[in-house]
């Protein structure tokens, strides 16, 4: 197993290359979440504005 | 007699002929000669860009060695790259001014062709802030030691690369219109479009010393002069008219 | 109207991409993850080791696929951008947004895992070949493209700017390769062609083929993801984001919304 990991003498290049690989994906994955979670906020924050501009209507409304 | 109303109404709001708009040479001469007053006005601006440009041909030799063999192999590259930061130094002038005032809103409107008016604008842009460098590149030689022949070579590719140059800048500056960032983003724009013009027209003086003759690198700058004279209007009009949607 | 063009009507406006979408996700995740897993199993434990360049070659595996996916994804972005101004669709220029950082991504991975696959059989972690320089100017289009995004506040000003600036970028990378690749063959003596690679054994070529597709399928899916944020960041003003549930309650897998929301 650890002959496998030392990749003939070449490990840290590959584990390098493959371990950066992985960092990159697991920061655009996070960043995807992120992205998403202050998305639905700003459209939250959108819709309780709409929805106090409409309440006064409504109410002189009846 | 309604009909005589009708036909007098009729005659009283009937449209003014409007002369016929613009053509395109009309157009570019007019944006041309008019961009060129205003930049005669500002004389001083013009000169610091040229100043800037020997400037940083300058540098190079303090940076690295005044090794005269080290010199005349880089001269070539050396006074393309500064010839390149000098022209995005100029680029902030092209648009700027008239986006401010409006008068880019106008030429938008206008019924003269904006791709006429646009070139126009291009043409003065590149003979106040080109042409220069294209005329002072044999000074910038001399300091790295150029020949004579060599030098002309050079002369000739900046003047096939740099109107190139000058639009690729005229798109990248109408783009960045109204938007943060100043001259850095237009740097990031201009700078990777700019590689081949680099790449063809240091490469020329290069080729030219080696002794496999400046012709092939002559000629894709010339078709490259000729493509961006092209479609460079068309898309930097677009872009304007973009930049004022 | 054929059937194709009523699926690219009805899908055109976001509203009806949007969980159209969400339910493509899933698809392209769960290949990419298998494609994955079997190119690297082909890769490592299939794929014989390379007599001249060692283990080191496995590197290749992810090597190509990113440079290739960077190469092929700012086509794609180019592509929407012209559709968005050809048409004046939204949802097209959404998509090149979507795809921008994804490809920086990949140009980034070419470049880095190129530079650790150089410094073992070539001596160098850079060495000015033609096809990695390119690569890196490829990486600056991106970052410029991204960069003009984000200093137009407009989002449809900055959809036609950016979406020009992709067009103009990509009619421009062929002239940056073949340029980048005649400054590399002129100066012969100095630098190393890393396109030599090493000859491919059946193998090694399917289980980088596998990870090609696996690095298409992750592309698309992150680019549905990031899509769909879009989507809610540039509609939340408009009717049809009320009628989707708030975040506590994520819509049904078909858009509606549950009971209760609905009354709005």
């Known amino acids: 197993m650890l002959d496998w990991l030392h990749m003939g003498g070449y490990g840290f290049y590959v584990w390098s290359s493959y371990g950066m690989l992985a960092l990159a994906i697991a920061i655009e994955l996070q960043a995807l979440r992120r992205h998403r979670r202050a998305a639905r906020r700003r459209a939250e924050e959108l819709r309780a504005e709409q929805a106090a501009h409409a309440a006064p209507l409504r109410e002189t409304n009846g | 007699m309604q009909r005589d109303a009708l036909a007098a109404l009729a005659r009283r709001t009937a449209p003014v002929t409007q002369p016929a708009p613009p053509g395109v040479i009309a157009a570019l001469r007019w944006a041309c000669a008019r961009d060129l007053r205003l930049a005669l006005r500002s004389r001083s601006e013009l000169a610091l860009i040229v100043v800037f440009f020997l400037l940083v041909t300058s540098l190079f030799p303090l940076a690295v060695s005044p090794d005269p063999e080290l010199l005349r192999a880089m001269a070539a590259g050396i006074v393309w790259v500064a010839a390149l930061l000098a022209s995005l130094l100029g680029l902030a002038r092209l648009f700027a001014a008239d986006h401010a005032d409006g008068t880019l809103e106008q030429m938008v409107l206008a019924p003269a062709p904006l791709a006429a008016l646009v070139a126009g604008k291009v043409l003065a842009h590149w003979i106040a802030t080109g042409l220069p460098l294209v005329l002072l590149a044999p000074l910038a030689g001399l300091q790295f030691g150029l020949g004579a022949d060599a030098i002309g070579v050079l002369v000739v590719a900046l003047a096939l690369g740099t109107p190139v140059l000058s639009w690729l800048g005229a798109i990248a500056a109408a783009l960045t219109l109204g938007a943060r960032g100043g001259s850095s983003l237009l740097a990031l724009l201009v700078l990777p479009l700019a590689v081949p013009v680099l790449i063809f027209g240091a490469g020329s003086v290069e080729s030219y010393a080696a002794g496999l003759g400046a012709e092939a690198h002559l000629s894709l700058l010339t078709a490259g002069a000729i493509a961006a004279w092209v479609l460079g209007p068309a898309v930097t009009a677009l872009a304007v008219k973009i930049a004022h949607e | 109207m054929t059937t194709f063009a009523r699926f690219w009507y009805r899908y055109a406006s976001p509203a009806s991409f949007y969980?159209?979408?969400?339910?493509?996700?899933?698809?392209?995740?769960?290949?990419?993850?298998?494609?994955?897993?079997?190119?690297?199993?082909?890769?490592?434990?299939?794929?014989?080791?390379?007599?001249?360049?060692g283990e080191a070659y496995r590197i290749i595996y992810i090597h190509v696929p990113a440079a290739w996916m960077a190469m092929f994804v700012y086509l794609v972005m180019a592509f929407w951008s012209a559709i968005s101004l050809s048409f004046h669709t939204r949802l097209s220029a959404m998509m090149a947004q979507a795809l921008a950082p994804t490809g920086a991504m990949w140009a980034f991975i070419a470049l880095w895992t190129g530079a650790f696959w150089g410094r073992p059989t070539w001596g160098a972690y850079w060495v000015w070949d033609a096809r990695l320089t390119s690569t890196l100017i490829l990486l600056f289009l991106y970052l410029g493209y991204m960069a003009?995004?984000?200093?137009?506040?407009?989002?449809?000003?900055?959809?036609?700017?950016?979406?020009?600036?992709?067009?103009?970028?990509?009619?421009?990378?062929?002239?940056?390769?073949?340029?980048?690749?005649?400054?590399?063959?002129?100066?012969?003596?100095?630098?190393?062609?890393?396109?030599a690679a090493p000859k491919m054994a059946e193998t090694m070529l399917t289980g980088m083929l596998l990870l090609t597709f696996a690095a298409w399928t992750y592309t698309i899916a992150v680019a549905l993801h990031r899509v769909r944020s879009i989507i809610v960041e540039r509609e939340a003003a408009s009717g049809w984001m009320s009628r989707l549930a708030s975040p506590e309650r994520p819509p049904a897998a078909d858009g509606s919304a549950p009971s209760g929301a609905a009354a709005r």
């Open chain 3, 19 to 53: 969980p159209l979408a969400g339910r493509l996700i899933p698809v392209f995740a769960t290949l990419a993850v298998l494609l994955a897993a079997a190119g690297l199993y082909v890769g490592f434990f299939v794929a014989p080791t390379d007599w001249q360049q």
């Open chain 3, 148 to 195: 003009l995004r984000a200093s137009i506040d407009d989002p449809r000003r900055a959809d036609r700017a950016a979406g020009l600036l992709a067009l103009v970028g990509a009619i421009n990378v062929p002239i940056i390769y073949f340029s980048v690749q005649w400054w590399n063959t002129l100066h012969q003596g100095a630098t190393i062609s890393m396109t």
